[in-house]
């Protein structure tokens, strides 16, 4: 029995050793790695290169998820980067790696006991690459799936590209990475997931202080692209940029490993970072806040109050009365905008200081009173309701499961708002066209189209009843495809064409609306714009 005893024992302590469950909370250096343990429930074992600061190898409970052929890294790797590691007792004990360059430093934390990899990038300078982001490349037979978009980013098995080297088809639907994207202001958890354990690996980001675009900004969050399955946090990118980058510190952001189930934001707790020495991180001490009530947004719709800087951005909702408070934010003078929904209504300016709370209301100038002879769309700020809005986000415009994009003609009065289409391309479905009867001629009138986001310089002209209003200037160039990567949110350029009061008559009336510009493409690449929304209106 006791030789039994020992036998059984011997094979429990073999098992417990294989799986990690034993792991202690410490870092080896080996092979020209630091080797880093959690000391979790969970165990998650790590390997982050001293000379680069790839992460070379990531197992949790035993299992290998770490990409074999490229790690996971800023950018697209530092190359090379001096790395140090160190470990802290504070309120609890954690390990720091800090890796610099002569413009970053990337910073990569445990907390003792958690399955989580904190991280934080500190940049003087935009990266040479053009973007700064963080991608994990995880192992697709580990880690298949995504959260919370499924397939739509899942270009594994692709048969031809459709465009560029990151539109492709599969399965005869089209995929790409930028359809994983979520805009700032709804980002939770994304994730990849997989196997027998149902592993869960997840980017959160409590916030985007420091990142570029504002609250309505979506950029990359997954792509399982066949050889290996790739998890983001992008922070800047060229992709349809509306602002210049921020320097300073991006993040704490983490990467979560789990069993059970998709974390949450409002569960994360970051402010532990005060006790580390991160380079640019600002206490809740050294913030202040904003609160006040909003007017004047259109019923129905969601107030939003922005606020940005040079050095910072931060938004929140407001309450169904208006009432509204920010985030913590650093002290400086900001921009502060209303939006409804994502249509901009209001623009103001406040101060913040450390430990202060501001108050500062701010009113809707909008929705002036006007008499609407008709209109098509609502401005929200987004093509809400026009035909393939429910799917560009998912899907590239050339796609099979998308309705006919025209040339279409929409009737005032009888057509349903998924007759209006919700871009025109140049080379696709140009002209769009608008009838409408009016009782009586109303004189001089306004033709008001408000758009959300411009390609290649694309610009809506209109011509009434024969008569063409002279072209509008181009719009502030965007260097970015927009919805082929299913974006739509650009810098919003509204335009008004004033009627002559002979234009309009009793009876029937058509309007036409073209996309000029200095340029053409090909099919959906040609010039192009996206509507929020068309109104006739009379003074």
């Known amino acids: 029995m006791a030789l039994l005893n020992a036998v059984q024992l011997f094979i429990i302590s073999l098992t417990f050793f294989v799986s990690g469950v034993f792991g202690a909370f410490g870092y080896t250096s080996s092979g020209g790695n630091y080797v880093i343990d959690a000391g979790s429930a969970n165990p998650l074992i790590f390997s982050v290169s001293q000379s680069n600061c790839d992460i070379k190898s990531i197992k949790y409970r035993g299992t290998e998820l770490q990409y074999g052929n490229t790690g996971s890294h800023i950018n697209s790797g530092l190359g090379s980067a001096t790395v140090s590691i160190t ?13 610099v360059t002569s413009t970053l430093t990337h910073y990569l934390v445990v907390r003792e006991g958690d399955s989580i990899i904190y991280m934080a990038t500190y940049i003087t300078a935009e990266p040479s690459i053009g973007e700064l982001r963080w991608i994990a490349r995880l192992l697709p037979d580990k880690l298949p799936n995504e959260y919370p978009y499924g397939e739509v980013s899942n270009t594994a098995g692709s048969s031809a590209t459709v465009e560029g080297s990151d539109v492709f088809l599969v ?12 805009r700032f202001i709804d980002e939770d958890a994304h994730c990849v997931y997989g196997g027998s354990d149902l592993i869960h690996v997840c980017i959160l980001t409590p916030q985007q202080e420091s990142s570029s675009g504002g609250p309505f900004f979506r950029d990359i969050n ?7 399955t790739n998890l983001y946090n992008y922070m800047n990118s060229g992709h349809v940029q509306t602002e210049a980058f921020r320097m300073g510190l991006h993040g704490p952001y983490l990467m979560q490993f789990s069993r059970s189930g998709i974390p949450t934001v409002k569960n994360t707790d970051v402010s532990f970072f005060s006790e580390l020495g991160i380079t640019g991180y600002v206490p809740a001490s050294g913030r202040g806040t904003v609160k006040g009530t909003a007017t004047g947004i259109q019923r129905g719709m969601q107030g939003v109050v922005h606020w940005y800087n040079s050095q910072a951005q931060y938004w929140a909702k407001t309450s169904s009365n208006g009432a509204f408070t920010s985030p913590l934010m650093k002290p400086g003078t900001y921009t502060m905008v209303l939006y409804q929904t994502e249509f901009k209504i209001a623009t103001t300016m406040v101060t913040v200081s450390a430990g202060q709370t501001v108050t500062q209301n701010i009113a809707g100038n909008f929705n002036t009173t006007r008499k609407t002879l008709w209109q098509i769309g609502e401005y929200d700020g987004q093509p809400t309701g026009f035909r393939n809005a429910d799917k560009f986000l998912r899907m590239h415009p050339s796609d099979s499961r998308m309705a006919s994009w025209g040339p279409l003609t929409y009737t005032v009065g009888s057509s349903s708002l998924s007759d209006f289409p ?11 066209t608008i009838k409408f009867n ?9 033709l008001r189209i408000a758009t959300t986001l411009s390609f290649a310089g694309g610009r809506p002209q209109a ?30 350029e509204v335009y008004t064409v004033s009627i002559p009061a002979d234009k309009l ?11 000029i510009s200095g340029s ?3 099919k959906f690449l040609s010039p192009n714009f996206i509507f929020d929304a068309v109104e006739l209106y009379t003074s």
């Open 520 to 522: 053409s493409g090909a």
């Open 171 to 182: 399965n005869g639907q089209t995929r790409s990475k930028f359809y994983s994207s979520t």
């Open 438 to 446: 009016l009782a009586s001629a109303p004189g001089a009138a306004t």
């Open 505 to 515: 008559v009793a009876g029937s009336n058509t309007i036409t609306i073209s996309v």
């Open 463 to 492: 011509t009434i009843n024969g008569w063409t209003a002279s072209a509008p200037a181009a719009p502030t160039k965007i260097d970015s495809r927009g919805i082929t990567r299913g974006a739509y949110r650009g810098h919003g």
């Open 87 to 99: 470990q802290i007792n504070g309120s609890k004990r954690y390990i720091k790696v800090t890796c």
């Open 422 to 432: 919700m871009a025109v391309f140049k080379d696709v479905n140009n002209p769009v």
């Open 222 to 228: 997954s792509n399982n692209a066949g050889a290996s």
